[in-house]
């Protein structure tokens, strides 16, 4: 049986009425969690794929499914991403998509803001432009309250092709756009920051997302700093790939909050340490610590740099100087250097810590960037 009968065999003989047909030993619940390997596991075996389905635990599934994935990135699908087929409520349709597991942001804080900023990221870093046929958005035409699956794959969706089941495409064709997928799919994979830990991977994509929406406090007059011009340095021409410097220090900087976390955690067990940054860098701190015994808080802004040279520059953002002034002696920079990413993940990295006083009389601050505005005629 070819992919194109797999699923025509599935829409046709899925139960309408779940409730009249006999779940244990049916014919189309099995072909839905054996089926997929048989149908295409010669042609993608060589790209260390995964194949499994579901018709439901016990009971009919609303939404039925076929799955392709790497199980070093989803060990089940409620997390990590994988290519999936979803079969929609009425079964008049299927989508091949691009999508991730429902069930880690389910219970978070917005959490269906989270999945689809997520989809957001890499939607825009893997998918070719323009492109016309791929969907972003799914519709599965379940309208019911007894699960929140329908909806999270929805939500998950990061690119997809529908289909309609009375008229699927031929099976070279299923086969090419699978084909098509299993490339993106191994481009996200390239791209998650750890693969040992897929939630850390998503909390740093959070991050990144959240600082590209922020509106930084530089947008406006008010709290000006008084930074003086007369420490200008001569102009340097470097040629760099921002893109790539940008992708690595981002993931330094993040690695390094994480690490310098796990010390706070390990050095204050008893207080609350909380990664503020996960939500991007509007507070102007990256952690905040709240002591056990005196609910004293303290603000941790981590700048870390790769260098074995304690002397190389770093650079604290308007918003971040505006914030250490507010907060005064509850506010801590933490200067992380001399590592890489992998040795923040060993937790094998030197840092100095520096005072709110420190950063005015230890520190000389140079501006490297000034905002432009029209002078006004009057």
């Known amino acids: 049986m070819d992919l194109h009968n797999l699923l025509e065999e599935i829409a046709s003989n899925y139960p309408r009425n779940k409730k009249t047909v006999p779940f244990k030993d049916n014919k189309t619940a099995h072909l839905l969690r054996h089926g997929l390997k048989d149908a295409i596991g010669t042609e993608f075996n060589k790209d260390e794929l995964s194949f499994n389905g579901s018709a439901g635990q016990s009971n009919w599934a609303t939404i039925p499914w076929l799955r392709l ?37 389910k219970d978070l804080p917005n959490g269906k803001k989270q999945i689809q900023l997520v989809s957001d990221y890499f939607r825009q870093l893997i998918l070719p ?15 019911g309250n007894k699960t929140s699956l329908p909806e999270g794959y929805e939500l998950g969706n990061i690119a997809a092709y529908h289909y309609s089941t009375d008229n699927l495409p031929n099976n070279d064709r299923l086969i090419a756009d699978l084909n098509e997928f299993v490339g993106y799919l191994k481009g996200i994979y390239g791209n998650i920051l750890d693969p040992g830990d897929l939630e850390k991977s998503i909390r740093y994509i959070l991050k990144l997302q959240s600082e590209n929406s922020f509106e930084d406090l530089t947008d406006s007059n008010e709290n000006q700093s008084n930074f003086s011009a007369k420490d200008v340095s001569k102009p340097r021409v470097r040629k760099i790939d921002y893109q790539n ?42 952690i905040k610590r709240i002591s056990n015994n005196s609910k004293d ?82």
């Open 129 to 143: 432009k323009p492109q016309k046929s791929i969907s972003e958005k799914i519709d599965l035409r379940y309208s």
């Open 245 to 286: 410097y940008y992708i690595y220090t981002s993931k330094l900087g993040f690695e390094g909050e994480e690490a310098f976390i796990r010390k706070l955690r390990t050095d204050f067990p008893n207080d609350d340490i909380q990664h503020t940054s996960d939500n991007g860098d509007g507070d102007g701190y990256d």
């Open 297 to 378: 808080i303290t603000y941790y802004e981590i700048k870390t740099t790769g260098s074995s040279n304690k002397e190389t520059p770093f650079y604290i953002s308007r918003n971040e100087y505006i914030r250490a002034n507010e907060l005064k002696t509850n506010y801590k920079l933490v200067r992380i250097f001399d590592t890489s990413i992998e040795k923040l993940r060993n937790d094998s990295f030197q840092y100095e810590l520096y005072n709110f006083l420190d950063i005015k009389s230890k520190l000389s601050m140079v501006p490297t960037t000034y905002k432009l505005q029209i002078k006004n005629k009057n």
């Open 69 to 105: 994935t790497n199980p070093e990135y989803s060990k089940s699908a409620q997390r990590g991403f994988y290519i999936v087929y979803l079969f929609s409520a009425d079964l008049k349709e299927v989508y091949l998509s691009l999508n991730q597991g429902w069930t880690y942001y």
